[in-house]
T-cell receptor, first 117, second 112 residues
Framework: DTAVSQTPKYLVTQMGNDKSIKCEQN?????MYWYKQDSKKFLKIMFSYNNKELIINETVPNRFSPKSPDKAHLNLHINSLELGDSAVYFC????????????????FGPGTRLTVL | KQEVTQIPAALSVPEGENLVLNCSFT??????LQWFRQDPGKGLTSLLLIQSSQREQTSGRLNASLDKSSGRSTLYIAASQPGDSATYLCAVLSSNTGKLIFGQGTTLQVKP
């Protein structure tokens, strides 16, 4: 009965490849997020979607493209992977948008550790 | 620009001690502040969420306080146990941007 799940858990790939990370939440939430945690453990927002619409798009290279086929899924596709993309990527979800329901806790997935060789 | 700082970066204590983790933020325009726990190789677990209008929240042995005007929060852990060993992350939800801004965490080790 996992609330927020991500696949794969580990991803090792060569520079220049294209890869995808999938995220699913079964909490009935409207908003989903992608975060990146770098080697210094610093977590930063990348994207957020509300009801399949892009709400937050941080200054992220356009090699990163989120896709939300429905409210319960937010996938992250990365083109032409670079060494600096190596990190742990976390998906999260919350019931509503900040401001609308500012009380909402964000629920995080277990993370996907991406290693680019 | 909102910045969140956590002190100390690492902490090692013997079992049974009471301890305090500190978090400071530069912009008081927040909806709420959350404390998370992260275990190695795992995701984040929300421990406590304090609304901007609240002063503190308690859950079991955990107590978190919020002083929005001074930009500070503390997480108090009573009677620490080895199972409390983890990284504790503080995050504020900015009311200017709607983004959750994280500190870099305090890595806690509780020795038996």
């Amino acid at each position: 009965d996992t609330a927020v799940s991500q696949t794969p858990k580990y991803l090792v790939t060569q520079m220049g490849n294209d890869k995808s990370i999938k995220c699913e939440q079964n909490l009935g939430h409207d908003t989903m997020y992608w975060y990146k945690q770098d080697s210094k453990k610093f977590l930063k927002i990348m994207f957020s979607y509300n009801n399949k619409e892009l709400i937050i798009n941080e200054t992220v290279p356009n090699r990163f493209s989120p896709k939300s086929p429905d409210k319960a899924h937010l996938n992250l596709h990365i083109n032409s992977l670079e060494l600096g993309d190596s990190a742990v990527y976390f998906c999260a979800s919350s019931h509503g948008l900040a401001g609308g329901r500012g009380t909402d806790t964000q629920y995080f997935g277990p993370g996907t550790r991406l290693t680019v060789l | 620009k909102q910045e969140v700082t956590q002190i100390p970066a690492a902490l090692s204590v013997p079992e049974g001690e009471n301890l305090v983790l500190n978090c400071s933020f530069t912009d008081s325009a927040i909806y709420n502040l959350q404390w998370f726990r992260q275990d190695p190789g795992k995701g984040l677990t929300s421990l406590l969420l304090i609304q901007s209008s609240q002063r503190e929240q308690t859950s079991g042995r955990l107590n978190a306080s919020l002083d929005k005007s001074s930009g500070r929060s503390t997480l108090y852990i009573a009677a620490s146990q080895p199972g409390d060993s983890a990284t504790y992350l503080c995050a504020v939800l900015s009311s200017n941007t709607g983004k959750l801004i994280f500190g870099q965490g305090t890595t806690l080790q509780v020795k038996p």
